[in-house]
């Protein structure tokens, strides 16, 4: 699975401070959110000045290069493709500039009529330079302030036409806006201090700024920065919301806080929960790296059973592309992490995962495991069973490719070449997360999504 995107703005009280260099130390902590590309859009005295790249930020700037971004107001992104190809010219922030209007965007989400959208602003005039949703968001705020001239009313039609998930950061005419989807899916937080303001996808950005978290954006606000004027507004609103799950179990690093829940902590009551739910006999209790490793200390500490570093992550590897065949995809697989022998010989072994989706990766681990002596091997899952697509930003997989859709868990056992297979149970999630049922996105696992989903854009994922 890969996540969308990750997204920063900073905005420097003091105009003679140049912002590129705190928005580059931004995204170093969000990368894990997207290493596709990455760019910074600055603005000074009217002036935009973008850069954006294919690769990681490392590769994307340099010292010299953000010394030549001035501006006391920036946005940045990192991106992993779900809408829209792999390609330069998907790269963000998109910058545009029209009669009276000077913006840049970058968008955390997806957009699933983005499609309907585009076909219209082209029949309106519009012309594109990619094949992504930020886009489109970003010509539709031009249409709606070409008709007002009214920032805040443009930003509030053009989010009544959005279906999905979306976190922005936005600069239009040298003022900085975050917006939220009303349903708060995917996460954005603000964070200060006497000097700056920042907005990131995570708060860790705020640590490795050394500011404060102030709180995190509530869904649907339109949050204003204009120097030290800070102001809200607010679009429709529901009486609920729908707080990506995934954010908690995988995508968020363990050190942030999203949704003013810390990550950590929650990783930490999954493994309490799993131990609940699957209490195993076994010698061994081990984690697939990184994001399970909590949840694994917290199974060895409830059942007494010891934890070791059985597999062990290779963090040099960059992403791997889609193999031709099944051995290829093996070495894929053991390129990015190894066993410790000694750890697995003739020892009952529980492994523990974040998520199973389509089995293939898993399916490599427990041969590996096997491969290594273990005397058994069960595995716990830290979600329970995906049955459905993700429409808001996650590039999962189509339905038939879903490992869980149309099996048992003995035949799921049977697949993967586990003795045992236990999937924490959806109230045992919701418990973990402390947050109620009807205010999380559980989509992929109940096949209820909370929002309308185009006919096309179902058919095209199933």
Same mark, same amino acid.
């Given at each position: 699975?890969?996540?969308?995107?990750?997204?920063?703005?900073?905005?420097?009280?003091?105009?003679?401070?140049?912002?590129?260099?705190?928005?580059?130390?931004?995204?170093?902590?969000?990368?894990?959110?997207?290493?596709?590309?990455?760019?910074?859009?600055?603005?000074?005295?009217?002036?935009?000045?973008?850069?954006?790249?294919?690769?990681?930020?490392?590769?994307?700037?340099?010292?010299?290069?953000?010394?030549?971004?001035?501006?006391?107001?920036?946005?940045?992104?990192?991106?992993?493709?779900?809408?829209?190809?792999?390609?330069?010219?998907?790269?963000?922030?998109?910058?545009?500039?029209?009669?009276?209007?000077?913006?840049?965007?970058?968008?955390?989400?997806?957009?699933?009529?983005?499609?309907?959208?585009?076909?219209?602003?082209?029949?309106?005039?519009?012309?594109?330079?990619?094949?992504?949703?930020?886009?489109?968001?970003?010509?539709?705020?031009?249409?709606?302030?070409?008709?007002?001239?009214?920032?805040?009313?443009?930003?509030?039609?053009?989010?009544?036409?959005?279906?999905?998930?979306?976190?922005?950061?936005?600069?239009?005419?040298?003022?900085? $806006?975050? #917006? /939220?989807?009303?349903? !708060?899916? &995917?996460?954005?937080?603000?964070?200060?201090? *006497?000097?700056?303001? %920042? @907005? +990131?996808?995570?708060?860790?950005?705020?640590?490795?700024?050394?500011?404060?978290?102030?709180?995190?954006?509530?869904?649907?606000?339109?949050?204003?920065?204009?120097?030290?004027?800070?102001?809200?507004?607010?679009?429709?609103?529901?009486?609920?919301?729908?707080?990506?799950?995934?954010?908690?179990?995988?995508?968020?690093?363990?050190?942030?806080?999203?949704?003013?829940?810390?990550? $950590?902590? #929650? /990783?930490?009551?999954? !493994?309490? &929960?799993?131990?609940?739910?699957?209490?195993? *006999?076994?010698?061994? %209790? @081990? +984690?697939?790296?990184?994001?399970?490793?909590?949840?694994?200390?917290?199974?060895?500490?409830?059942?007494?059973?010891?934890?070791?570093?059985?597999?062990?992550?290779?963090?040099?590897?960059?992403?791997?592309?889609?193999?031709?065949?099944?051995?290829?995809?093996?070495?894929?697989?053991?390129?990015?992490?190894?066993?410790?022998?000694?750890?697995?010989?003739?020892?009952?072994?529980?492994?523990?995962?974040?998520?199973?989706?389509?089995?293939?990766?898993?399916?490599?681990?427990?041969?590996?495991?096997?491969?290594?002596? +273990?005397?058994?091997?069960?595995?716990?899952?830290?979600?329970?069973?995906?049955?459905?697509?993700?429409?808001?930003?996650?590039?999962?997989?189509?339905?038939?490719?879903?490992?869980?859709?149309?099996?048992?868990?003995?035949?799921?056992?049977?697949?993967?070449?586990?003795?045992?297979?236990?999937?924490?149970?959806?109230?045992?999630?919701?418990?973990?997360?402390?947050?109620?049922?009807?205010?999380?996105?559980?989509?992929?696992?109940?096949?209820?999504?909370?929002?309308?989903?185009?006919?096309?854009?179902?058919?095209?994922?199933?």
């Amino acid at each position: 699975m890969q996540d969308k995107c990750g997204v920063i703005g900073v905005y420097s009280y003091d105009d003679s401070v140049d912002v590129a260099s705190w928005i580059l130390s931004g995204l170093h902590t969000i990368q894990h959110r997207g290493q596709e590309s990455a760019g910074i859009s600055v603005i000074k005295d009217g002036r935009t000045n973008t850069h954006v790249g294919m690769g990681l930020v490392s590769d994307v700037f340099d010292e010299d290069l953000i010394n030549l971004l001035n501006g006391n107001i920036g946005i940045g992104h990192v991106r992993y493709s779900t809408t829209g190809d792999s390609s330069h010219e998907n790269c963000s922030p998109f910058v545009e500039e029209a009669e009276d209007i000077n913006i840049s965007i970058a968008h955390n989400g997806d957009i699933v009529n983005s499609f309907k959208l585009r076909e219209e602003l082209i029949e309106d005039g519009f012309k594109f330079k990619s094949n992504t949703d930020s886009e489109v968001i970003c010509h539709l705020l031009i249409k709606e302030y070409q008709k007002s001239h009214d920032t805040v009313d443009a930003i509030k039609k053009t989010c009544d036409r959005l279906i999905g998930s979306y976190s922005l950061v936005i600069m239009i005419n040298g003022i900085l $806006y975050a #917006v /939220r989807d009303p349903l !708060g899916m &995917k996460p954005l937080s603000l964070g200060g201090n *006497d000097d700056f303001l %920042v @907005i +990131a996808s995570e708060t860790v950005a705020f640590d490795s700024l050394n500011v404060d978290y102030i709180r995190s954006i509530k869904p649907g606000e339109i949050l204003q920065i204009d120097g030290r004027d800070v102001e809200s507004f607010f679009l429709k609103k529901y009486d609920h919301t729908a707080n990506c799950m995934f954010e908690y179990l995988y995508f968020a690093r363990p050190d942030s806080m999203i949704y003013d829940k810390s990550v $950590y902590e #929650v /990783r930490l009551n999954v !493994g309490k &929960k799993l131990a609940e739910e699957y209490p195993i *006999d076994a010698d061994v %209790v @081990i +984690a697939v790296p990184d994001s399970s490793i909590p949840a694994t200390l917290a199974y060895s500490r409830a059942t007494g059973i010891p934890y070791a570093e059985g597999l062990i992550k290779n963090r040099y590897v960059g992403r791997t592309f889609i193999m031709p065949t099944q051995q290829d995809r093996d070495i894929a697989v053991r390129l990015k992490m190894n066993t410790v022998d000694s750890i697995i010989k003739d020892k009952k072994v529980v492994v523990i995962d974040d998520s199973v989706v389509r089995g293939t990766t898993s399916k490599t681990i427990i041969k590996m495991l096997r491969e290594a002596g +273990a005397k058994e091997v069960h595995l716990l899952v830290g979600c329970p069973e995906i049955i459905s697509p993700c429409y808001y930003g996650i590039a999962m997989a189509t339905k038939e490719e879903l490992l869980a859709v149309g099996r048992t868990n003995e035949e799921i056992r049977d697949e993967i070449g586990v003795d045992s297979i236990g999937y924490i149970s959806i109230d045992g999630l919701v418990d973990a997360i402390g947050t109620p049922y009807e205010d999380l996105c559980l989509g992929c696992i109940t096949g209820d999504y909370p929002t309308v989903i185009p006919e096309e854009i179902e058919d095209e994922l199933n």
